[in-house]
């Protein structure tokens, strides 16, 4: 049942929010509400915001995804037929949603889940239309979070860290560390990440107590070498590796490093055009080994060699062709004699030539 309109909050503007993707009347309740309120929400960056009414410039609530966990529709029946119910279950616990009728919902679930993973969601009933709309929101949002990232200051942590960063590291927020420990229980329950001060480190562990408790320690850099973790009884530590491994065994193994494994493809896809209608297909390339062409032989020894009463030319310039090729440096030495034979050869020649005319004589 829908309460009396929420007062604003000064300072929270439309003109102050990132852009708007999508925007809508949702009736909304929060893990500590007893009855729900119907407000109007607007989908701005990666943060739901909620205004009493439409005109409103002044937002009275804001759930910011980064803590988001799931999305589960609720097959509960509602006072109205046609609303559709959504569970959106975040870090700090359950918030129930509840949209006009069934296509709402769906958009709803679509542009969450675009912001959140940053991909268009695929097991939803859209229109091409929708879709399309939502690769756009993914998009925007990409660009936009590129953008707050350059604008943001360098950690000084960055150089000092390279080369002995364990591998359960990861360059994330408190909040986005609880979220990936939650969302991925059997890849570890601690990992290591920026502290909020940009000059320290911090470890985040989470473990099942009647639902997840996490916690977080305090780790520092000497200025002498080393790390310390800042408990009632500091921990000395020569390198990150070993605070990790002091926290596994302090706890006996309960703790064990976070390490999530990206799937790779077992297969080699590729997409294919229809020249008729134009549709894409997505095929499997065959999985048959690369036969290679048949090897070379091995080169033989040299059947050709040069005999001369000179000194034999080195290696590098000795000739593998045989003695008629034209290329063949005796064939050369015969088709073009030597200026000194050739002067040789006109003098007894002219001298002959004389004798001759002398005779006739």
Not at 157 to 174: D, N, W
Not at 353 to 358: I, S
């Amino acid at each position: 049942m829908a309460t009396a309109p929420v007062k604003p909050r000064p300072g929270g503007t439309r003109a102050q929010l990132p852009p708007c993707y999508y925007e809508g009347y949702l009736e909304k309740r929060g893990p500590k509400e007893k009855v729900s309120r119907r407000l109007w929400t607007c989908l701005c960056g990666n943060t739901l915001y909620f205004f009493n009414n439409a005109k409103d410039t002044h937002y009275v609530e804001k759930l910011d995804l980064s803590g988001f966990v799931s999305l589960i529709d609720d097959c509960s029946r509602d006072r109205n037929l046609e609303a559709a119910r959504l569970n959106l279950r975040m870090k700090d616990g359950e918030i129930k949603l509840t949209a006009p009728n069934l296509e709402a919902r769906e958009l709803w679930k679509g542009f969450l889940y675009s912001v959140v993973d940053l991909a268009v969601p695929t097991t939803l009933t859209l229109l091409p239309g929708q879709l399309h709309m939502l690769k756009e929101v993914v998009e925007k949002e990409r660009q936009r979070r590129k953008r707050s990232l350059s604008r943001a200051p360098s950690s000084p942590l960055s150089l000092p860290l390279v080369g002995e960063i364990p591998a359960c590291f990861r360059p994330v927020s408190r909040t986005e560390a609880e979220v990936l420990l939650e969302r991925h229980p059997d890849c570890g329950n601690m990992l290591l990440r920026p502290g909020r001060d940009g000059t320290s480190l911090a470890v985040t562990t989470r473990q099942d107590l009647n639902g997840s408790v996490f916690r977080h320690y305090r780790v520092t850099q000497k200025q002498q070498g080393g790390y310390i973790i800042d408990v009632e009884n500091p921990i000395p530590c020569p390198t990150l590796h070993d605070v990790i491994n002091a926290l596994v065994e302090k706890t006996a193994g309960t703790l064990q490093p976070f390490l999530l494994e990206e799937p790779y493809e077992e297969n080699i896809t590729y997409i294919s055009s229809n020249d008729e209608n134009g549709e894409r297909t997505l095929h499997c390339a065959p999985t048959s080994t690369f036969s290679r062409g048949p090897a070379l032989p091995p080169k033989g020894p040299e059947r050709w060699t040069l005999r001369s009463q000179t000194k034999s030319p080195s290696p590098s310039h000795r000739s593998l062709s045989p003695p008629g090729s034209p290329s063949s440096p005796m064939r050369r030495l015969v088709l073009s004699p030597s200026p000194l034979t050739q002067t040789a050869f006109t003098e007894e020649l002219k001298q002959k030539l004389e004798k001759r005319r002398t005779s006739q004589d």
